[in-house]
């Protein structure tokens, strides 16, 4: 069977977490409260309005009326933006290029699977948009992870079965949505967090060719 690869794009293909988090931190301090790295983590795979609500709601404890949500949605992308105008090549994290390369050669179709509605611009950043045959991201789903959404329109786009996709993923919400979506998953990252991936590496430099052949195959 033709078999379907697809990509979460932060902390996957890039460290961008670090610029999400000083975006945030920034709207935090401006709101008088802290933003911490650990609290941060909590907003991987998630959607920038679920962020701010987790940030208003359990974090910050601040009252506000809409008209304030909307502008803090907009002020912390502007913010966000700025930081990730400068990226560059050198921000794709060790390995992807060996991996993207060699789905290329061998002619496999190669989706991007991700929350953030920056995916493309980012993606044109580093000179990755020519590997991707399709980007589903937060713009076109109204489901976020752990729901499968996101997926199961890649498999779509790329036109092969959900069953016949292998999904990288850096968060639990995405390992869930690649597994209720009856995809392979494949957990980038700490073992011990993404326990619920079929398979386990810190990192794209654990993977070898030989692993990518054997999903090709079987
Ligand atoms: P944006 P991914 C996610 O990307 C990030 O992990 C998450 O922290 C962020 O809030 C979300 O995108 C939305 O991003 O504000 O750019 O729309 O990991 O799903 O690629
Ligand atoms: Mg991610």
Redesign the pocket.
Known sequence: NKKGFIF?????IVD??KY?YLAWKKLANELGFEFTKEQNEL??????KR?LEILLHDIGKVNYTQDDFDRWMIE??ED?LAFISNMNDSEILPDVPKVLNYLKENKMPIAL???????KPILEKVGLLPYFDAIV??NNVTKA?PDPEVFLLAAKQLKVDAKDCIVFE??VA?IQAANSAKMISIGIGDKNVLSEAQFNFNDFTEINIKFIEELIKN
């Open positions: 979460d794009l932060d902390g996957v961008t977490a999400h907003f991987k795979g998630v959607s920038r962020c912390k992308n966000y699977g991700s929350a953030s509605k920056n995916a991201d937060g992870k850096d968060a995405g």
